[in-house]
């Protein structure tokens, strides 16, 4: 991440150490990820520890240490998309992605996620890519919900 962006926000903020989850937050909505060097800078700019800045982002589930892909295909586990045939579509999302749960594509293009229950189960087997859901899922679909993502060549 650019130092002069990260300079940006922590201005926004006035540099205030109570502020510290929303620059963190924001951070991550620029970058996608909160890298080390990032929260580095952060800690020093506005002399925070960096074990307190790294004990806030693993606290909050929706930061990312790892690397995240421009779109998050998250696919459910729970047990309504189970027994309709979730574990096959999975699969073939790892395939045709050649990623595995919790990896992101090496072009940044997608991370591939799992949830629980996304609260649809009549939809299911359900996976949901940038907030968009696509019920009734199966393998035969994945290519041509993957495509609509796909990087432009
Ligand atoms: S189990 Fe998949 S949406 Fe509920």
């Known amino acids: 991440m650019k130092k002069a962006d990260i300079d940006k926000i922590l201005k926004k903020y006035d540099y205030k150490k109570s502020s510290l989850i929303s620059i963190l937050q924001d951070l991550q909505v620029i970058n996608r990820w909160l890298p080390q060097e990032t929260l580095k800078y952060v800690s020093e700019k506005m002399d925070i520890s960096l074990m307190d800045v790294y004990s806030l982002v ?23 998309c189970h027994v309709r045939g979730g574990p096959k579509v999975l699969s073939e999302l790892e395939n045709q992605l050649g990623i595995t749960v919790g990896e992101t594509t090496p ?43 796909s990087k432009k060549k």
Request: glycine share 10%; charged share 20%.
């Open 107 to 149: 072009d940044k293009n997608f991370t591939l996620e799992t949830v629980r229950c996304l609260g649809a189960c009549a939809l299911g087997p359900l996976v949901v890519v940038d907030g968009k859901y696509y019920g009734q899922m199966n393998p035969k679909k994945v290519a041509s919900t993957l495509k609509k993502y």
């Open 58 to 80: 693993t606290f909050y589930k929706s930061f990312s240490l790892k690397p995240r892909g421009k779109h998050i295909i998250t696919a459910c586990s729970g047990t309504a």
